[in-house]
């Protein structure tokens, strides 16, 4: 499985632009992420993502913080790291952002379909990384599948599934 996950994007142009990328690749889930947004607007962004991906494939939100107000009953929610260790459990969470050993015990309370565990190589963003090992070893420490993310193109997909991995994820693979 492959997961895009949006960039920071500017305005609607970017985001289609950023679409018409990723609809090149069999994506089972888009992840609409922009540290810029209001909940409401990335639900309006998950709204016009919905009307330009596959009907297979999940537009999930997100957001920097949850909101207290309801959730509509059609989102999906993606936890960052932060909200990760705030969490109850919530139909609405679909999956989690996880980066050692203590993020993955707390997302294994939840009821989620998937966690990312990054960063498994190195980025300009994150210089310190785990390794395709450390990977491997807390992967397994995982009660739900999980995504690869971090310094990864499409062509790594065979690697992250030999070491444990259900699929990769990413954002400048689809623009490189």
Not at 29 to 43: A, M, Q
Not at 68 to 75: A, D, F, L, V, Y
Request: contains cysteine.
């Amino acid at each position: 499985m492959i997961h895009a996950i949006t960039p920071n994007f500017d305005d609607e142009h970017q985001f289609l632009q950023f679409i018409s990328l990723v609809n090149k690749h069999p994506i089972s889930h888009f992840i609409i992420r922009n540290k810029n947004l209001t909940f409401d607007e990335l639900l309006r962004f998950r709204d016009l993502a919905i009307k330009h991906l596959p009907s297979k494939v999940k537009a999930i939100i997100n957001p920097r913080k949850i909101s207290h107000q309801p959730i509509p009953s059609n989102t999906l929610v993606h936890l960052n790291s932060s909200n990760l260790l705030n969490a109850s459990d919530n139909k609405k969470w679909i999956s989690a952002s996880c980066h050692n050993e203590e993020e993955i015990l707390v997302a294994n309370e939840l009821s989620l379909e998937f966690i990312f565990l990054s960063p498994v190589l190195q980025t300009a963003k994150y210089p310190s990384y785990l390794g395709w090992e450390n990977f491997a070893t807390l992967a397994k420490e995982s009660k739900h599948p999980v995504v690869a993310l971090g310094g990864l193109t499409i062509n790594c997909l065979e690697k992250a599934l030999a070491y444990g991995a259900s699929g990769i994820a990413g954002i400048s693979m689809f623009s490189s």
